[in-house]
């Protein structure tokens, strides 16, 4: 799924899986204990439907350049979603069922910029990048 060429690779996958379990420490924002925290959550509503999709196939997939990079996709309507792809931000039109670009991120002479926040919405679209 993630294109790893695992049989290129020194280890197996399952080596590295445990070695990362074992290893790594998930980033945290807030030092509270978890049952604090909980305390504060609403649970979600079970049996009920918050979302009825009737196409959501998008060719192009969304382009994350670091798995800490939040806000890179919006829907600011029903029918408009925007999110980066290579050098650029895409619109996904579910009604027409492609993507436009809505704003290219290429600088002349200097290639383009990797999109690492964004924000859409009032007929805009700011991008801060790498």
């Known amino acids: 799924m993630q294109g790893i060429a695992w049989n290129s690779l020194p280890g197996s996958?399952?080596?590295?899986?445990?070695?990362?379990?074992?290893?790594?420490?998930?980033?945290?924002?807030?030092?509270?204990?978890?049952?604090?925290?909980?305390?504060?959550?609403t649970p979600v509503q079970t049996g009920s439907r918050y979302f009825d999709f009737r196409y959501t196939r998008i060719r192009d997939r969304c382009t994350v350049s670091h798995f800490q990079l939040r806000n890179l996709l919006w829907a600011t309507s029903k029918n408009d979603i925007y999110y980066p792809y290579r050098n650029a931000i895409l619109h996904w039109c579910p009604i027409q069922r492609k993507?436009?670009?809505?704003?290219?991120?290429?600088?002349?002479?200097?290639?383009?910029?990797?999109?690492?926040?964004?924000?859409?919405?009032?007929?805009?679209i700011i991008v801060g990048g790498l």
Do not use: C, W
């Open 13 to 41: 996958r399952e080596t590295f899986r445990i070695s990362r379990v074992n290893n790594y420490q998930n980033y945290r924002n807030l030092d509270l204990p978890f049952s604090l925290i909980q305390e504060e959550i």
């Open 99 to 124: 993507s436009t670009k809505a704003l290219d991120l290429e600088v002349t002479g200097m290639g383009f910029i990797k999109a690492s926040t964004m924000s859409a919405g009032h007929n805009f």
